[in-house]
């Protein structure tokens, strides 16, 4: 069965500074990865995806990820946060041909200090 | 184009009632999936339907809950007999047929936040 990691429970960061929020995930067969984010008392969002090819993917307002398999690691990125930018950030995996439902991590609270 | 709807958004029972969480899945989605988010923990998955078949229970309590999706009108996921330890976020989530370049999104509801008093 596949587990995911997501070693931060909070990350606080000053705006415009850069950050990045940590996923490792286990699993036994090949995977998909995504990330969500939760706004406070909201549905989670669809931020990025890696389902194959290139390992660097991009989400529309600035973030990225990238799928490290050696590392088994999806950590996401962005160069330059926004106050918007705070909320809850959960990395997922699917296990490739598997059922169909998501393996969350715990969730990551990013915290954007003006 | 409306998004996945679920009511009732919050919703209090007593120990013992029985709770009745809906959703509707985004138009032209046919796969529902539910979810459960206890404080400060990820979601976890509980039951993953197609109209009227359950495709995969694996996550769901052996006893007092149930999911089921008719041929008309919204998933339903019912837990009878709600005690303290069920007060959580219950999230429904919607994806397209299988393939394309949709291809695994899903679509989160709003959730509906159940408290058991």
Same mark, same amino acid.
């Given at each position: 069965?596949? *587990?995911?990691?997501?070693?931060?429970?909070?990350?606080?960061?000053?705006?415009?500074?850069?950050?990045?929020?940590?996923?490792?995930?286990?699993?036994?067969?090949?995977?998909?990865?995504?990330?969500?984010?939760?706004?406070?008392?909201?549905?989670?969002?669809?931020?990025? @995806?890696?389902?194959?090819?290139?390992?660097?993917?991009?989400?529309?307002?600035?973030?990225?990820?990238?799928?490290? @398999?050696?590392?088994? *690691?999806?950590?996401?990125? @962005?160069?330059?946060?926004?106050?918007?930018?705070?909320?809850?950030?959960?990395?997922?995996?699917?296990?490739?041909?598997?059922?169909?439902?998501?393996?969350?991590? @715990?969730?990551?609270?990013?915290?954007?200090?003006? | 184009?409306?998004?996945?709807?679920?009511?009732?958004?919050?919703?209090?029972?007593?120990?013992?009632?029985?709770?009745?969480?809906?959703?509707?899945?985004? +138009?032209?989605?046919?796969?529902?999936?539910?979810?459960?988010?206890?404080?400060?923990?990820?979601? +976890?998955?509980?039951?993953?339907?197609?109209?009227?078949?359950?495709?995969?229970?694996?996550?769901?309590? +052996?006893?007092?809950?149930?999911?089921?999706?008719?041929?008309?009108?919204?998933?339903?996921?019912?837990?009878?007999?709600?005690?303290?330890?069920?007060?959580?976020?219950?999230?429904?989530?919607?994806?397209?047929?299988?393939?394309?370049?949709?291809?695994?999104?899903?679509?989160?509801?709003?959730?509906?936040?159940?408290?058991?008093?």
């Amino acid at each position: 069965a596949q *587990s995911v990691t997501q070693l931060d429970s909070q990350v606080p960061v000053f705006e415009e500074a850069p950050v990045e929020l940590r996923c490792n995930y286990s699993s036994s067969v090949s995977v998909y990865l995504f990330w969500y984010v939760q706004y406070p008392n909201q549905g989670l969002q669809l931020l990025l @995806k890696y389902l194959s090819g290139s390992t660097l993917v991009e989400s529309i307002n600035g973030f990225e990820a990238e799928f490290n @398999k050696s590392q088994t *690691s999806f950590h996401l990125r @962005k160069p330059s946060v926004h106050i918007s930018d705070t909320a809850e950030y959960f990395c997922a995996v699917k296990e490739g041909g598997g059922a169909d439902g998501l393996t969350f991590g @715990k969730g990551t609270h990013l915290i954007i200090q003006p | 184009n409306a998004g996945v709807m679920q009511n009732p958004r919050h919703l209090v029972r007593r120990r013992g009632q029985e709770a009745r969480l809906r959703c509707s899945p985004m +138009k032209g989605h046919s796969h529902v999936y539910w979810y459960r988010q206890l404080p400060e923990e990820g979601l +976890k998955f509980m039951v993953y339907l197609q109209k009227e078949n359950i495709i995969d229970e694996s996550g769901m309590p +052996k006893e007092r809950f149930s999911a089921e999706f008719p041929k008309e009108g919204p998933s339903i996921l019912r837990i009878q007999q709600v005690v303290r330890g069920d007060s959580a976020a219950y999230f429904c989530a919607s994806s397209p047929p299988s393939g394309g370049a949709r291809a695994y999104e899903q679509y989160f509801g709003p959730g509906t936040r159940l408290t058991v008093t």
